[in-house]
């Protein structure tokens, strides 16, 4: 039992990791109506901004600027792409052009990183906050779920108390519509995708370290972090935040039972599968009623 | 004196007849068209590039090439890139081996050639002296025979490593299972185990390519492991140890296979304080000044080619077969080279620990010493100046 709760503590890291990225995933389906695949790719190409510029000797908060930067940068640039050629395309032709935008991106980001090799990641909040039940929990892991919580909170009030967000909303149902209204459709989309690029870049800024530091296995945790949106049915950023962090413990705990610990990797697929099911069967009672 | 004459014309007819024997078999090796073609299947392009492998292969016989080649044959080689894809793999060496008529294989390092390809290699009898042997079929197969340790022979050497100088008591090991791998690794510990008489404390199959590791290094440090062997390469080499440092665990020896030994891995680990330890495949490439390497050092110079450890493995793999072509007398087939390869008799070589044969065996994995290197302050020192050789398992 003890070893048990140990390894749910030490699946806390990821699970912050998974959460934050989920909300960010929530957050740009919400606002700009995308499945955005791309959206920890677009944070891994400005930490590797960081990166770079951390190796070549700069010092390192000027770097995170940087980086911060780029990775608005390429979330803007993404933004473009789709609003620009697809922003009239139904929800599973977006879905499926950021997937091919991800593995492009991919493509690119290993052949200019140098592909497997490891980087020197700069940690930019080391040590320990805490420990319990014999695991250190980091000052990172702490962060990450604070910041989780905290773009929680904030996106729930934006959404629902400002008139930005209101408008956004409103363009992400009808984007036809909010034009004719008057909304000005493409500047909001990309302050959206320039917004959520930002945040998370640094949110992989603040995981990578902790994470085996390349640009494919940076990019892939967008997986989990949908399988946590996907808990929040696109729609909650509470249950996403929840999510994220079960999905992480649940990930733990299996870890630390052998008979399950070599299919952790595919907990996430059974989370998106049980989700798919309960929301199937919700829709089948709908139409019954 | 007919009959004196006669003799003597008869006495002169033998003696040019075994002098002419005799340039025949200081002749050497000869060739048809000037040229031995000689091929390459390696994954140059795609998930992983060993493309280091076959160029330094190729560097070794330019060089050769360039002195008049042997016994006046020019080698002819062909680098083919399997993509990682087995359906290139097995496109590539059909290619090599019916159209450009190769004698044999030298240098290849691949994720799958010899897994999709080593069937094929039996049935057209050609053999491959692997430069890099990667995935479980390079060591498990009649026809390819690597002049690496490879990753299981290596595990029991760096786990010997471990209860023999590090005097390990509750080794652990952790392994990435990739493909049909679980088997090699499940036996390269049971080699250890038969070996030293211990027992593994704790064998974890189940740790994942990606993905957080804080619950494999709490399982280590409160199983009471004093040792942990893992087989990661180079991003979770750094990943593992950044863990392990976050969880602040002390009183461990990491100790890990020659793809953490490589310069990145030391200059992104510079700040731990966690000792570390790497098996090399050969005499460490970092030791640019060892007399060892100094002949593939210089030829490594001389085509421009980068010092890594993976241009060791081509380097050897080309010295190899150079050394048992030369053997051979009259034409050099595939037929003749592979009779050669199987009847030579081992041959040493600075660069390894171990002298390389192939033979007639089943299976081949000549290659059974390691040297240890230790991560200190973010450069690698050379913990064994002297080979750590396996002993034979009983």
Redesign the interface.
């Known amino acids: 039992m003890n070893?048990l709760l140990?390894?749910a503590v030490?699946?806390l890291?990821?699970g912050g990791?998974y959460a934050l990225l989920g909300v960010c995933a929530v957050f740009t389906y919400r606002l700009v109506a995308v499945v955005n695949f791309t959206g920890a790719a677009i944070g891994t190409a400005g930490t590797f901004v960081l990166i770079a510029l951390f190796e070549a000797g700069f010092p390192v908060w000027p770097s995170v600027l940087a980086g911060v930067a780029a990775g608005t940068g390429v979330g803007v640039l993404i933004g473009f792409i789709m609003t620009r050629w697809f922003g009239e395309a139904s929800a599973s032709t977006k879905a499926a052009v950021t997937v091919a935008l991800l593995v492009g991106i991919i493509a690119v980001g290993l052949r200019l990183t140098?592909?497997?090799?490891?980087?020197?990641?700069p940690e930019l909040f080391p040590g320990?906050a805490f420990r319990m039940a014999?695991?250190?929990v980091?000052i990172a892991s702490v962060l990450t779920i604070g910041l989780a919580a905290l773009f929680t909170v904030l996106a729930d009030l934006f959404l629902n108390n400002t008139k930005v967000g209101l408008n956004l909303r409103a363009l992400a149902d009808r984007p036809m519509a909010a034009e004719l209204l008057g909304i000005r459709v493409q500047l909001l989309s990309l302050l959206v995708w320039g917004m959520t690029g930002a945040f998370t870049t640094f949110a992989l800024m603040i995981i990578a370290?902790?994470?085996?530091?390349?640009f494919m296995?940076l990019s892939?945790l967008v997986v989990p972090a949908l399988a946590a949106a996907l808990v929040g049915l696109f729609r909650s950023f509470w249950r996403t935040l929840a999510g994220g962090i079960a999905l992480?413990v649940i990930?733990?705990m299996a870890?630390?039972v052998?008979s399950i610990?070599?299919y952790?990797?595919a907990i996430p697929f059974l989370v998106v599968l049980a989700v798919l099911l309960w929301s199937q069967r919700e829709a089948r009672w709908d139409e019954a009623r | 004196m007919q009959w004196k004459s006669s003799l003597l014309i008869a006495a002169f007819a033998g003696l040019s007849l075994s002098a002419m024997a005799g340039t025949a078999s200081a002749a050497g090796p000869t060739c048809k068209d000037g040229t031995i073609k000689v091929g390459a299947v390696s994954t140059i392009t795609g998930p992983a590039d060993f493309s280091e492998v076959p160029k330094a292969t190729k560097a070794a016989f330019d060089a050769v090439n360039a002195a008049g080649g042997i016994g006046g044959c020019k080698i002819d080689y062909t680098i083919a890139d399997d993509k990682a894809d087995p359906a290139v793999a097995a496109q590539a060496a059909r290619d090599l081996i019916d159209n450009k008529e190769a004698v044999a294989l030298v240098g290849s390092g691949s994720l799958l050639d010899c897994a999709v390809n080593s069937a094929t290699y039996s049935r057209k009898k050609i053999l491959s002296v692997q430069g890099l042997g990667v995935d479980a079929a390079c060591f498990s197969s009649p026809n390819v025979s690597p002049v690496n340790v490879g990753p299981y022979t290596l595990s029991t050497a760096m786990a010997y490593y471990a209860t023999n100088q590090l005097k390990s008591e509750k080794l652990c090991a952790f392994f990435i299972i990739i493909g049909g791998t679980q088997e090699a690794y499940k036996k390269a510990i049971e080699n250890w185990e038969k070996i030293s008489g211990k027992k593994i404390h704790l064998i974890d199959l189940t740790l994942p390519f990606q993905g957080d590791l804080t619950p494999y290094v709490i399982k280590a440090r409160d199983a009471g492991c004093d040792a942990v062997l893992t087989n990661q390469v180079e991003p979770q080499v750094v990943q593992l140890i950044k863990t392990v440092d976050a969880q602040k665990i002390t009183g461990i020896n990491w100790l890990f296979l020659a793809p953490g030994y490589t310069e990145q891995v030391a200059s992104a680990l510079a700040d731990t304080k966690q000792p570390i330890y790497v098996g090399t495949e050969w005499e460490p490439f970092t030791e640019k000044g060892s007399p060892a390497n100094a002949q593939w050092v210089a030829d490594m110079q001389k085509a421009g080619r980068p010092l890594t450890a993976f241009s060791q493995g081509g380097y050897l793999a080309a010295q190899l077969f150079l050394k048992v072509v030369a053997s051979i007398d009259g034409e050099v087939t595939r037929e003749s080279v592979t009779k050669a390869l199987h009847d030579m008799q081992p041959i040493t070589n600075p660069l390894s620990g171990s002298a390389y044969v192939f033979g007639t065996a089943k299976v081949h994995s000549p290659m059974q010493a390691t040297k240890v290197m230790k991560l200190e302050k973010g450069a690698w020192t050379v913990e064994t100046p002297e080979w750590v050789v396996l002993p034979q398992v009983k």
Request: avoid cysteine.
């Open positions: 070893a140990t390894s030490a699946g890291t990821a990791t140098g592909g497997q090799h490891p980087h020197n990641m320990s014999g695991v250190e980091t370290p902790q994470r085996s530091p390349n296995t892939l992480g990930e733990g870890s630390s052998d610990s070599q952790r990797s």
